[in-house]
């Protein structure tokens, strides 16, 4: 038995140790294509690696086209630790599958495919320390157009956009950009656009660890330049304010200048008041200064097109003092047997009101003539064009009958009848010897429609205050009397 354990044990130490496994698989694919390998790995950790290179009908070849992976070990800036030169087609002792493997060190790996054609077929591998944790990060990239621009905001003739990038990991590897429906290209120099219209430019990054940003894009619109302009603006100005009899602006002048320019557009307006030097205009002008004033002014376009000098004059006073004092009104009451004549003036123009008896009050426009019997009180106020009223003035008296027989043949009716229309109110005895309707006196001569009614409104409000009639009745024969033809 311990003989048997001996020979065990030398056994072992004869047996050679199975390789240890790489620390990762790195794999590359290939297919039809001739410019760019199917799959490639960006990134590595430096270490034992498998490398796995296949070109076959399952990653695509159906052509049964060769490529190789070539690591490079002479072009400066890469390592060239690694000599790896793997032919591979679908149809070889492999399969198109094949596996190496290697020692991968910190630092960046160039591979390519060595087969005459193919030689767009390349890329890069980064390989960190093996501590560090791995670039999953995309770049940042951004695009800026620059060029004139025209008050709209549209490029003049050519718009030239910058597109910038930049990553904190692995670096970038790569800048594209798309303009309007065109496929992706290597972003090398700022793109000049130059044709009328609409444009969208779209752009992306790539780092070396294969990250690749999110595509963003940049609208803008670029514009045929226009013909030169040579023609200046157009400028004028408008005055404001309070005038007197003889043109001058009472105590204050607003001047508001504008202008216009069919060109390149208006760039900016200038005024010189009296004499004083050409000051940018921001906003209308106001001018309180009493005296003479002259106004220049002019406008220069976006092109520098300046307008001849234009020039406004004008002159400010001072205000008057304003008119507080009232008006004095004057009441004349001319009263004959069966009628009075009340006559209102107002010592400065304006309007004049009056108000007789309890009525309201009413515009003044002429002579009032108060053919009611009895007591009645005129009242009456004046306002100036200031706006200031006088203090009222009232006159109080009587309007007696003309004597006997003032009604030889009164009206006896049971009614009030004004015009045809049957009031319905008692057409009572007003006690001295007339009734009514021998006051109300529709058949008079009244100057208009109007008249009429104010009379019929005199009388009936005698009436109420003699007590012959009630307010309601007095409504009902106004009103009746306001809808007839009378004095029209």
């Known amino acids: 038995m311990k003989r048997l354990l001996l020979i065990l044990a030398a056994l072992m130490l004869l047996t050679p140790a199975a390789p240890a496994a790489a620390a990762q698989t790195l794999t590359w694919t290939?297919?039809?294509?001739?410019?760019?390998?199917?799959?490639?790995?960006?990134?590595?950790?430096?270490?034992?690696?498998?490398?796995?290179?296949?070109?076959?009908?399952?990653?695509?070849?159906?052509?049964?086209?060769?490529?190789t992976l070539t690591f490079d070990t002479?072009?400066?800036?890469?390592?060239?630790?690694?000599?790896?030169?793997?032919?591979?087609?679908p149809f070889d002792a492999e399969n198109g599958r094949h596996e190496a493997t290697v020692t991968l060190t910190p630092g960046r790996y160039r591979y390519f495919c060595s087969i005459p054609g193919h030689s767009s077929m390349v890329g890069e591998l980064v390989v960190t320390d093996g501590g560090s944790e791995p670039d999953t990060t995309p770049p940042t990239v951004a695009a800026q157009a620059a060029g004139n621009r025209d008050g709209d905001g549209n490029y003049i003739g050519t718009a030239t956009v910058t597109v910038t990038?930049?990553?904190?990991?692995?670096?970038?590897?790569?800048?594209?950009?798309a303009l309007d429906n065109a496929a992706f290209q290597a972003y090398t120099a700022p793109v000049a656009v130059t044709a009328v219209g609409a444009h969208t430019l779209r752009y992306r990054a790539t780092d070396k660890s294969g990250n690749v940003s999110t595509v963003g894009s940049l609208a803008f619109t670029v514009v045929a330049p226009q013909q030169q302009d040579t023609t200046p603006p157009t400028v004028t100005a408008q005055l404001a304010g309070d005038r007197d009899g003889d043109g001058n602006y009472v105590g204050t002048v607003t001047a508001t200048l504008t202008a216009t320019d069919a060109g390149s557009g208006v760039a900016r307006i200038e005024y010189s008041l009296d004499g004083a030097a050409f000051t940018a205009y921001t906003q209308p002008l106001v001018i309180n200064t009493p005296g003479m004033h002259m106004l220049h002014f002019r406008a220069t376009d976006n092109a520098g097109n300046t307008s001849a000098e234009q020039m406004s004059h004008f002159t400010v006073v001072e205000p008057e003092e304003p008119d507080t004092i009232p008006p004095t009104v004057t009441l004349d009451v001319d009263n004959q047997p069966g009628a009075a004549t009340v006559t209102?003036?107002?010592?400065?123009?304006?309007?004049?009101?009056?108000?007789?008896?309890?009525?309201?009050?009413?515009?003044?426009?002429?002579?009032?003539?108060?053919t009611g019997l009895g007591e009645h009180t005129v009242r009456a106020k004046a306002t100036d064009e200031a706006g200031n009223t006088s203090s009222e003035e009232s006159e109080t008296f009587t309007v007696v009958g003309s004597?006997?027989?003032e009604c030889p043949v009164p009206d006896t009716r049971a009614t009030v009848v004004i015009d045809g229309d049957d009031t319905g109110v008692p057409n009572?005895?007003?006690?001295?010897?007339?009734?009514?309707?021998?006051?109300?006196?529709?058949?008079?001569?009244?100057?208009?429609?109007?008249?009429?009614?104010?009379?019929?409104?005199?009388?009936?409000?005698?009436?109420?205050?003699?007590?012959?009639?009630?307010?309601?009745?007095?409504?009902?024969?106004v009103r009746a009397a306001a809808r007839s033809d009378i004095g029209s």
Not at 75 to 80: A, R
Not at 81 to 86: A, G, W
């Open 30 to 67: 290939a297919g039809d294509s001739i410019t760019a390998y199917r799959s490639a790995p960006a990134q590595a950790a430096a270490g034992q690696t498998t490398i796995v290179f296949e070109n076959s009908a399952a990653t695509g070849n159906t052509t049964g086209m060769p490529h």
């Open 74 to 89: 002479s072009t400066e800036g890469y390592n060239h630790d690694v000599t790896l030169n793997i032919l591979a087609n």
């Open 165 to 177: 990038a930049s990553d904190s990991g692995s670096g970038v590897d790569t800048v594209e950009y």
């Open 344 to 370: 209102v003036s107002s010592s400065e123009p304006g309007t004049i009101q009056y108000q007789l008896d309890a009525g309201a009050w009413t515009a003044y426009t002429a002579p009032l003539r108060i």
């Open 403 to 405: 004597g006997t027989g």
């Open 428 to 477: 009572a005895d007003t006690g001295n010897g007339c009734t009514v309707n021998d006051l109300i006196a529709e058949h008079g001569d009244y100057p208009d429609h109007a008249a009429f009614v104010r009379h019929v409104e005199t009388v009936t409000a005698a009436l109420v205050t003699g007590g012959t009639l009630t307010k309601r009745q007095q409504g009902t024969i």
